[in-house]
């Protein structure tokens, strides 16, 4: 068979690149789409939980006599219902983050739970529970759990890469780098040292997180959600609730965006131990209160920066420590900030230190590049202030300290081809960077990178006999990827974009694949699928070939359809897919392709964000007036989805910078669990944000594919910064730039 | 919870008068409904007083403009002639919430709720707007700074409600302004809001001014220091610099989520500075 | 606890339900109705899934009680499109990547709809600011006005 | 021989090293390797590590072939959201 089996990426196209309108889009505008919420079951009840008002807190006993009596209660749940079943590190934390065991460690941990006939039944219920708390000390900011004297959240977790003298709330440390710093800043003209901060922020996805899950007598667990990843949740809640994996399937519902922070469980185990003792299903629907006081947000950060500038514009070192608190538990993406935060540039001399901290917060989750852009915000500010300082054009400075293939990077790894310059180069060349600026105006400029990954992946492509075909898939569709991985069905199979269908399955309807993040979908989904593709044209090419009696090396797939190729094929009408399914029963039966692969070589990605704001200075309100994002995407195979990438990460990060910040009263109690005061950029707060697609293909991928969806949140932070700080006359190095803040930074100045 | 529709105001009162427990009127229900749901509020009867006819128009009365109080603040910004009079109490109703809270939100609710940062409260209270409170010893019309007492209470006695707020006529030569500061463009609470209405002599002179702070004390604050310093004066940059030193002064604000104290109290000369100049527009002066 | 009966229309089709005096309408249409296209994203009136028409008003309907529904027309997501047609607005919310998550979307239709019928010509602000209780956390709001503009755009064209 | 990086905060374990060398063949062998030599370096290969071999990550696959020539870069477990 001498079908194309080169590794060369393909370039030229009939499906992929064009703007074809997604599957599910009449689902998702007729209100048809199911979501997390729109779950239900025969006989349901509703569950609840209880949830700690102390930020700190020993649980000394808990009642639930009284709760359990009332009428229309059919379970209560505490940490006593969920087995002591030995688990490792990271498990173990999920388990005391869904349901507090000795301590509440933040205000919103779960202390119990209940299943109800109602919703008013329930929320009574937990009236009734009765906890005895003894408060303990409390800390929330990052630089104060550090002191050796903060109370302690947790004794004897720290890790052997930390010294010994330091606050027990220090788990890890990271360190990152090459060369000799110290002799790089020497060889600076001027060294800029500052310290950044960035609050917290949360994915604020607009769809709260819902379960439903039943539990039959026969042990088998049935359990339908919103996630980014079905097999994350099957596996944590088995691990958790001691039972066997292929015990419990579980089905993704549509997903009302997620952002990383659907990438873990947090109702899910107790609403399968409710529905476990209930005997009953129970379907669990968070407030937006609870997913803000007790879901992840991201971790807040304050990083000390001192980079060394040549009066050329050559950085000679950079260096940065940075301090991230990712809330009760181990686990914040310092060490992914560390690894990034220099990573657009070719250094001689780079050191990045990274401490990863906890704190009486809300266990962090994932979040776009978690990690990244904080980082980024406070290497790019710095730089950005350099550049200035010299009276440098800060995108030329960039584009002479680019990296680019053969450099080695920050982190260790030297550089493949990669997008940095093309899009530094286009940012210079678009006629934004040289639009004028009117009066309190000013533009900001920056870079971002994000590693990309890929990861466990099974598809399965189905050929119906009529010739339709379904692509089964196991990650939810939560941007248009259902689309993505149709278009590259048909495209491999030679068959038009409606032929195919794309479903996503259960847990026991395919194999393993991992959650829906690292921006691996479009990338590893992708390749599975065309991979797929493929092993099912080699079956029809043999069928075919039995069928004409020739060899299978005489016979290739082109344009849809099985050809005679070579010497000594013969004269035969080529035979379409539709045709070759059709008598598939008599050729060998049902005709189907499939690939498992733990994917690998994903592409790393890099942006440039440019924008213009203007500041008003009485009040230090900010506004943004112009937005474009230069990010090399490989080949975008849905270049609306790709745009929308870009624009959303924009839009995340613009807020991250203005608005959005976790506040924390004295007392350790969340004071803004809403979004009224949580500020998420509003359609009114926002220009339109232009797009520029980059696509340079990414080698490990058949199509030159690569992750988008997490980049183009690491620049915003510092391009707004640097914005406001140029429209200001003030530099502005603590986020979010709120108004009172910057109307403060401006009255000192 | 027991729920009740009636639809004349005597019934209304009736039913709030004849309640033992926590009996609440529900007009738009945009603050009522949230602190129900944020377990804040358990009403053991509500009073939807939006089957009253009566409370539902804008009629003219005395060359004034009287509103019910079941009319939302899309129809007041529906109401050509309400916004050609009053366009600054207009203009604050309409900045309660979004688009959909307009459509519910009235500004006898905004009032009642008796938050210190209701955007319509000093728009009215610079206007000098009467409120008209029914209640089993009949009717009665109070100034609307004294219907809110404090964060959350109100000088409302057991079974009155507000029925209805009156706007003056309004003199030739008269505008208002009403200007609020929030983070966003959209859909938060106000940091610090202000009020102006002003009315001018033929030269461009002021004759009357009231001036209302919102957001920077328990409760709307009328400043009557900025009133008399307005009065008599043209609007100049010197006078606008004393009218925000003034109101500055004047302020007596927290620091909270939503902004510091020193923060507010710099916003709210801000605020009635640019408030008074939009004011000033409309009621027909040039500023040099 | 005696529940309340409610005699309402919900897209053209007149419904009766029980409920109880504290549920909101936005309740009773997901639970009492089955009618789940509208969301709920904060149940506060701050994020707009819930949007819905009452009377042809655009209102929360997390923020009314199902018991006010009495004798009122309400209009949902479930209602927009007539049969097999999608309006205007759905179509082009495809056509042009205007979602993709999904979760706002039908309370972004129910408000963009509701602008278009009150002005058929808005200005890219005015639909931003009409739009602005609507949250969108995915599209960066971009697509979302654009295909507003132009369905605008089309229907004065065929008008 | 493979020449394998190591980043700063593990060089306590490989006696101050930044690089060192590993018989392996396969990137489980490296792995293997890596914790039989400097047995301080498991507890973090347990809690997770990823692999940049020649620019490329890998996260688990024990068969990918490692040449002597490639470049070896041990880095901390990425992650996504």
Redesign the interface.
């Known amino acids: 068979m001498a079908l194309d089996t080169k590794q060369d990426t393909r370039t030229e196209f009939k499906i992929v690149g064009t703007r074809v309108p997604r599957p599910d889009g009449i689902d998702k505008v007729t209100g048809r789409a199911r979501f997390g919420a729109d779950m239900s079951a025969p006989g349901m009840l509703v569950g609840r939980v209880l949830r700690s008002p102390h930020a700190h807190a020993r649980i000394v006993s808990i009642d639930t006599a009284a709760a359990a009596a009332l009428d229309g209660v059919h379970a209560v749940v505490t940490r006593a219902d969920f087995p002591d079943i030995p688990l490792d590190a990271a498990l173990a934390d999920i388990r005391d983050n869904c349901m507090a065991g000795a301590k509440a460690l933040y205000d919103g941990h779960a202390v119990a739970a209940v299943a109800a006939t109602s919703e008013s039944v329930a929320r009574q219920a937990l009236k009734l529970i009765k906890v005895d708390y003894e408060p303990l000390p409390h800390v929330t900011d990052v630089d104060r759990a550090m002191d050796p004297g903060a109370p302690a959240l947790h004794e004897g977790r720290t890790d052997e890469s930390v010294p010994e003298d330091m606050s027990p709330n220090v788990m890890a440390r990271y360190e990152f780098g090459h060369g000799d710093v110290e002799a790089g800043l020497k060889k600076a003209d001027r060294v800029l040292r500052r310290t950044y901060r960035t609050e917290a922020t949360h994915q604020g996805y607009i769809e709260p997180h819902a379960c439903l899950a039943q539990m039959g007598p026969d042990g088998q667990a049935d359990m339908w959600c919103c996630t980014q990843g079905q097999y994350m949740v099957r596996d944590t809640c088995a691990a958790i609730l001691g039972l066997r994996q292929g015990q419990v399937r579980v089905t993704a519902s549509e997903i009302g965006g997620g952002f990383g922070g659907k990438t873990t469980v947090f109702l899910e185990p107790v609403a399968l131990a409710l529905a476990r003792k209930a005997g009953r299903p129970v379907k669990m629907v968070m407030s937006r209160s609870e997913v803000l006081r007790a879901t992840g947000p991201t971790a807040s950060s304050s990083i000390d920066v001192a980079v060394g500038m040549a009066a050329d514009g050559r950085i000679t070192a950079g260096f940065a420590e940075l301090r991230y608190q990712g809330g009760a538990y181990p686990g914040s993406p310092v060490e992914l900030g560390a690894m990034a935060a220099f990573a657009p540039y070719d250094l001689e001399n780079v050191r990045t230190i990274g401490w990863d901290v906890v704190a009486n917060r809300p266990k962090q989750a994932a979040y776009r590049a978690p990690g990244a852009p904080m980082a980024a915000f406070a290497v790019e500010s710095a730089i950005d202030e350099l550049a200035r300082g010299f009276g440098l054009d800060p995108l030329e400075v960039r584009l002479r300290n680019a990296a680019r293939e053969g450099t080695r990077s920050a982190y260790g790894v030297t550089f493949p081809a990669i997008g940095l310059e093309a899009t530094l180069r286009t940012a210079r060349d678009h006629p934004h960077w040289g639009a004028p600026l009117g009066d309190n105006q000013g533009r900001g400029v920056a870079c971002g990178f994000w590693f990309n990954f890929g990861g466990n992946t099974c598809v399965s492509l189905n050929i119906a006999s009529d010739g339709t075909v379904n692509v089964t898939e196991g990650n939810p569709d939560i941007g248009g990827s259902r689309a993505s991985l149709s278009m590259m069905a048909a495209e491999e199979l030679g068959i038009p974009y409606e032929q195919v269908r794309t479903v996503i399955a259960d847990t026991a309807s395919l194999g393993l694949n991992d959650v829906t993040d690292g921006s691996r979908v479009t990338f590893a989904v992708g390749l599975a699928t065309i991979e797929a593709a493929r092993a099912a044209k080699r079956e029809m090419c043999r069928r075919v070939a039995g069928l004409w009696g020739i060899d299978e090396e005489a016979v290739v797939w082109k344009d849809g359809a099985a050809c005679p190729a070579g010497p000594n094929a013969g004269d035969h009408d080529p035979m379409t897919l539709a045709e070759i399914a059709a008598i598939a029963p008599n050729t060998g039966g049902p005709i189907a392709g499939h690939h498992e692969v733990n994917a690998e070589g994903a592409g790393v990605s890099f942006a440039t964000h440019m924008v213009d704001v203007e500041v008003d200075p009485e009040t230090g309100a900010t506004r943004v007036l112009r937005y474009t994002v230069f990010q090399d995407a490989g080949k975008a195979v849905h270049p609306d989805y790709v745009e929308g990438q870009f624009q959303g990460g924009a839009a995340q990060g613009i807020g991250w910078a203005l608005n959005e910040e976790y506040i924390y009263g004295e007392d350790g109690i969340l004071q803004n669990p809403g979004f009224l005061d949580y500020r998420i950029p509003v359609a009114s707060d926002l220009p339109m944000i232009d797009t520029v697609i980059l696509e340079i293909p990414n080698p490990g991928h058949p199509y030159g594919v690569r992750g988008v969806g997490e980049t183009s949140i690491v620049p915003p932070l510092a391009a707004i910064a640097n914005a406001v700080s140029a429209a200001a006359g003030v530099r502005m190095t603590d986020l979010p730039i709120s108004p009172p803040k910057l109307r403060r930074a401006i009255e000192t100045a | 919870m027991d729920y009740h529709a009636p639809t004349t105001l005597d019934a209304a009162v009736d039913i709030l008068a004849g309640a033992s427990g926590d009996c609440r009127v529900l007009a738009g229900g945009t603050d009522l409904l949230v602190r129900m749901r944020s377990d804040m509020a358990h009403p053991d009867a509500v009073v939807d007083i939006k089957r009253i006819a009566s409370l539902r128009t804008i009629t003219e009365e005395d060359g004034g403009w009287r509103i019910g109080a079941a009319v939302c603040g899309a129809e007041m910004g529906e109401h050509a002639g309400l916004r050609a009079a009053w366009p600054g109490v207009v203009e604050a109703a309409q900045l309660i919430g979004s688009t959909q809270v307009q459509g519910r939100a009235t500004i006898v609710g905004n009032l009642c709720n008796a938050s210190p940062a209701a955007d319509s409260v000093p728009a009215m209270v610079a206007a000098g707007a009467l409120a008209r409170i029914a209640g089993p010893e009949g009717i009665r019309d109070v100034p609307v700074e004294e219907v809110p007492t404090g964060p959350g209470k109100t000088s409302l006695g057991h079974g009155e409600l507000v029925a209805s707020i009156f706007l003056p006529d309004r003199a030739e030569r008269s505008g208002d302004a009403y200007l609020r500061f929030i983070p966003r463009t959209e859909m938060d609470i106000a940091v610090a809001g202000c009020g102006v209405s002003l009315t001018l002599d033929e030269d461009g002179g002021i004759i009357r001014a009231r001036v209302a702070l919102g957001a920077v004390g328990p409760g709307v604050m009328v400043v009557a220091e900025a009133g008399r310093m307005l009065a008599g004066s043209h609007l100049r940059e010197g006078g606008l610099q004393q009218l925000a030193t003034i109101c500055s002064a004047a302020a007596r604000p927290i620091t909270d989520k939503r902004g510091t104290e020193h923060y507010r109290t710099h916003i709210a000369g801000v605020l009635a500075r640019r408030a008074a100049v939009i004011a000033y527009a409309r009621a027909g002066g040039t500023l040099e | 606890m005696s529940k309340?009966h409610v005699t309402t229309t919900v897209n053209g089709e007149v419904q009766e339900f029980l409920c109880?005096?504290?549920e909101?309408l936005l309740?009773v249409l997901?639970d009492r109705l089955g009618?789940?296209?509208?969301?709920?994203?904060?149940?506060?009136?701050?994020?707009?899934?819930c949007?819905v028409t009452?009377d042809g008003?655009?209102?929360?309907s997390?923020?009314?009680?199902g018991?006010?529904a009495?004798g009122r027309e309400i209009e949902?997501?479930?209602g927009?499109?007539e049969g097999e047609t999608?309006h205007p607005l759905?179509r082009k919310?495809?056509?042009?990547?205007a979602?993709?998550?999904?979760?706002?979307?039908?309370g972004i239709?129910v408000?963009a709809k509701?602008?278009l019928e009150r002005n058929p010509d808005p200005t890219?602000?005015e639909?931003?600011?009409?739009?602005?209780?609507?949250?969108?956390?995915?599209?960066?709001?971009?697509?979302?006005?654009?295909a507003v503009l132009e369905t605008a755009a089309d229907m004065r064209e065929a008008s | 021989m493979v020449k394998v990086r190591v980043w700063g905060s593990l060089q306590s374990a490989t006696d101050g090293r930044a690089e060192v060398e590993i018989e392996a063949g396969t990137l489980r062998e490296l792995l293997d390797g890596l914790a039989e030599k400097y047995p301080a370096l498991r507890p973090q290969l347990d809690r997770g590590v990823s692999v940049a071999i020649d620019g490329k990550v890998y996260n688990d696959s024990w068969f990918t072939p490692i040449s002597p020539e490639s470049e070896v870069v041990l880095l901390a477990r990425l992650r996504g959201g």
């Open positions: 309340l109880e005096a504290e909101t309740d997901r009618l789940t296209g509208s969301k709920e994203g904060c149940g506060t009136g701050d994020c707009g899934a949007s009452v008003r655009l209102i929360c997390c923020l009314m009680l018991a006010e009495e949902t997501i479930e927009m499109a999608l759905q919310f495809i056509d042009m990547a979602l993709q998550c999904g979760i706002c979307t039908p239709l408000a509701s602008l890219e602000e639909a931003r600011y009409w739009l602005a209780g609507n949250l969108c956390r995915c599209t960066g709001y971009d697509k979302i006005i654009r």
